[in-house]
């Protein structure tokens, strides 16, 4: 048994053993060059440079206090919520299993090892296989599946930096609307206290004999109408509030925090040429979309190297049975030979030499190599050759429609930033200074007993509702722009200068 051993070993059996069973042991996933190569491309789209790494969890609530300990302004809220959001914290746990998955894709298959003993009826010495065996197609399949993973996991990190990008978007939107909301409610009390002057005029007249109780009591109408409005604008505020804290990642917080800063004034808009040469240079979804060609057409060449779907090489053993030698009676065995001789003689015994001659033409043990392998008569893959084939062109189909979804998401936002922006201008140089005029007019008439309280009361209804349709501009213009950012995949300058090309080339294999 031990000489057989030493063979095995000088065959290359048990070093083939010791590397295979190594290589698991070497294989380890590390995906942070993975999180902060997601952190670049985040801060490519967005500006943003302090980005969630889960390697940094326990230095976030000192990050989060000294962003929140004088206030927030827009950027530093988009700050928070890229650090703080638990949502998008748990997309880059999916980086890390992705990472995973490429480390699997290149491992080996164990190797198998088989043993078989079987006992001789009559007693002896028992039958011993032993057989090792090694899984082939991987040698030729692990490129073609580290590619795929590779493809997967870059999709990951698109897919996180995509996130990004629409989270930032989403809560510069929800701090615009707490902007809007909190000029609303500051417009609101301006409303209320502007009847509150009207009222304590309709007051004095009626004291004076000037006007009748009816105009107080209209006048009283309007203020309460106001002040209902006023309370209706306060708890929109509070709404926007809650809002944006549960994108910040604060709905629980018991940390204090306050949104400062005015609604943007925003420079002029860019042709819509150059919008979209942006776009076409920083969509992240034009990335993700060519990755997914690029993994269907790794799977097509996978799925065609799998018409052999396993090979396997080995070494096999063999020590076959040996029956028992039975006891040797000396006395009979004496007796036997002496009477075939005629007078007393010793039995025959074997030399030395003889029965060492004799072991040496027993066959003792069988070593060799073995291979294995499924012929692909009636299940060639076909079918599955056939389905990736499909998928490839599917994503082809599905990239270039994305360049054609990118241009008309560009023209849209385009068109509603440039509308809002158009509206704000007219409102501010032509409809709110003709009705203050009007207001101050009817004011003046009012005193001077030249109209009724109902011209006031309308001049001042209508310059309520002008102000609110300006704010409502003004918000929309500030909301119109960042989803225009949006659409251009992040920032509307020019951070990144690599256009989207066409998708890849189709290989023959695709093709056919």
Same mark, same amino acid.
């Given at each position: 048994m031990l000489r057989t051993w030493r063979l095995a070993i000088s065959m290359g059996l048990l070093p083939g053993l010791f590397v295979t069973f190594g290589i698991p042991g070497c294989a380890t996933v590390d995906p942070q060059p993975d999180f902060q190569h997601t952190s670049h491309l985040i801060n490519e789209h967005t500006g943003v440079d302090d980005v969630y790494d889960p390697a940094i969890d326990e230095m976030i609530d000192g990050k989060l206090n000294e962003l929140l300990?004088?206030?927030?302004?827009v950027d530093e809220a988009v700050r928070v919520t890229l650090l703080n959001n638990r949502s998008f914290q748990a997309l880059f746990q999916n980086i890390g299993a992705s990472r995973a998955d490429v480390v699997q894709s290149g491992l080996l298959s164990n190797p198998s090892v088989s043993l078989l003993t079987q006992f001789p009826e009559g007693g002896g010495r028992m039958k011993l296989e032993i057989g090792f065996a090694q899984e082939l197609v991987d040698l030729w399949q692990i490129p073609v599946r580290k590619r795929i993973a590779q493809a997967q996991l870059d999709q990951m990190v698109l897919e996180v930096t995509q996130q990004a990008i629409s989270l930032a978007a989403d809560v510069k939107i929800k701090c615009y609307r707490? =902007? #809007?909301?909190?000029?609303?409610? $500051?417009?609101?009390?301006?409303?209320v206290k502007l009847f509150r002057e009207s009222l304590d005029l309709a007051e004095q007249r009626f004291k004076a004999g000037e006007s009748s109780q009816l105009d107080v009591d209209l006048v009283r109408s309007e203020l309460a109408h106001v002040e209902l409005a006023l309370l209706a604008l306060q708890r929109d505020r509070r709404l926007a509030e809650a809002a944006l804290a549960r994108v910040l990642g604060l709905s629980r917080s018991t940390k204090s925090w306050t949104l400062v800063g005015p609604l943007p004034q925003p420079e002029p808009l860019p042709d819509d040429t150059t919008l979209?040469?942006?776009?076409?240079?920083?969509?992240?979804?034009?990335? =993700? #979309?060519?990755?997914?060609?690029? $993994?269907a057409e790794q799977q097509l060449r996978l799925e065609a190297l799998k018409v052999f779907p396993s090979v396997t090489a080995g070494v096999d053993f063999e020590r076959p049975d040996r029956r028992a030698l039975p006891g040797r009676k000396i006395l009979a065995d004496t007796a036997r030979t002496s009477v075939r001789n005629g007078r007393l003689a010793a039995p025959d015994i074997q030399t030395r030499a003889e029965r060492a001659l004799e072991r040496r033409q027993i066959v003792d043990s069988l070593l060799g190599p073995s291979i294995t392998f499924t012929l692909p008569i009636w299940d060639q893959n076909q079918a599955q050759i056939a389905k990736a084939r499909f998928k490839v062109l599917q994503k082809r189909r599905e990239y270039e429609d994305l360049l054609d979804s990118v241009a008309h998401d560009v023209q849209d936002a385009s068109t509603i930033a440039r509308n809002a922006a158009a509206q704000v201008r007219y409102h501010e140089q032509k409809v709110l200074p003709l009705a203050e005029r009007n207001v101050d007019a009817a004011r003046l008439l009012y005193q001077a007993g030249e109209q009724g309280i109902l011209v006031l009361i309308e001049s001042q209804e209508l310059l309520i509702e002008q102000r609110r349709l300006y704010e409502d501009a003004v918000r929309d213009r500030a909301v119109a722009i960042a989803e225009l950012a949006a659409a251009v995949g992040g920032r509307l300058d020019p951070a990144i200068?690599?256009?989207?090309?066409?998708?890849?080339?189709?290989?023959?294999?695709?093709?056919?």
């Amino acid at each position: 048994m031990l000489r057989t051993w030493r063979l095995a070993i000088s065959m290359g059996l048990l070093p083939g053993l010791f590397v295979t069973f190594g290589i698991p042991g070497c294989a380890t996933v590390d995906p942070q060059p993975d999180f902060q190569h997601t952190s670049h491309l985040i801060n490519e789209h967005t500006g943003v440079d302090d980005v969630y790494d889960p390697a940094i969890d326990e230095m976030i609530d000192g990050k989060l206090n000294e962003l929140l300990a004088d206030g927030l302004t827009v950027d530093e809220a988009v700050r928070v919520t890229l650090l703080n959001n638990r949502s998008f914290q748990a997309l880059f746990q999916n980086i890390g299993a992705s990472r995973a998955d490429v480390v699997q894709s290149g491992l080996l298959s164990n190797p198998s090892v088989s043993l078989l003993t079987q006992f001789p009826e009559g007693g002896g010495r028992m039958k011993l296989e032993i057989g090792f065996a090694q899984e082939l197609v991987d040698l030729w399949q692990i490129p073609v599946r580290k590619r795929i993973a590779q493809a997967q996991l870059d999709q990951m990190v698109l897919e996180v930096t995509q996130q990004a990008i629409s989270l930032a978007a989403d809560v510069k939107i929800k701090c615009y609307r707490l =902007l #809007a909301a909190r000029q609303a409610e $500051a417009t609101g009390m301006k409303s209320v206290k502007l009847f509150r002057e009207s009222l304590d005029l309709a007051e004095q007249r009626f004291k004076a004999g000037e006007s009748s109780q009816l105009d107080v009591d209209l006048v009283r109408s309007e203020l309460a109408h106001v002040e209902l409005a006023l309370l209706a604008l306060q708890r929109d505020r509070r709404l926007a509030e809650a809002a944006l804290a549960r994108v910040l990642g604060l709905s629980r917080s018991t940390k204090s925090w306050t949104l400062v800063g005015p609604l943007p004034q925003p420079e002029p808009l860019p042709d819509d040429t150059t919008l979209l040469t942006l776009a076409m240079t920083q969509r992240i979804d034009g990335q =993700l #979309a060519k990755s997914k060609v690029d $993994a269907a057409e790794q799977q097509l060449r996978l799925e065609a190297l799998k018409v052999f779907p396993s090979v396997t090489a080995g070494v096999d053993f063999e020590r076959p049975d040996r029956r028992a030698l039975p006891g040797r009676k000396i006395l009979a065995d004496t007796a036997r030979t002496s009477v075939r001789n005629g007078r007393l003689a010793a039995p025959d015994i074997q030399t030395r030499a003889e029965r060492a001659l004799e072991r040496r033409q027993i066959v003792d043990s069988l070593l060799g190599p073995s291979i294995t392998f499924t012929l692909p008569i009636w299940d060639q893959n076909q079918a599955q050759i056939a389905k990736a084939r499909f998928k490839v062109l599917q994503k082809r189909r599905e990239y270039e429609d994305l360049l054609d979804s990118v241009a008309h998401d560009v023209q849209d936002a385009s068109t509603i930033a440039r509308n809002a922006a158009a509206q704000v201008r007219y409102h501010e140089q032509k409809v709110l200074p003709l009705a203050e005029r009007n207001v101050d007019a009817a004011r003046l008439l009012y005193q001077a007993g030249e109209q009724g309280i109902l011209v006031l009361i309308e001049s001042q209804e209508l310059l309520i509702e002008q102000r609110r349709l300006y704010e409502d501009a003004v918000r929309d213009r500030a909301v119109a722009i960042a989803e225009l950012a949006a659409a251009v995949g992040g920032r509307l300058d020019p951070a990144i200068t690599e256009p989207m090309g066409p998708p890849p080339a189709t290989s023959a294999a695709a093709s056919e």
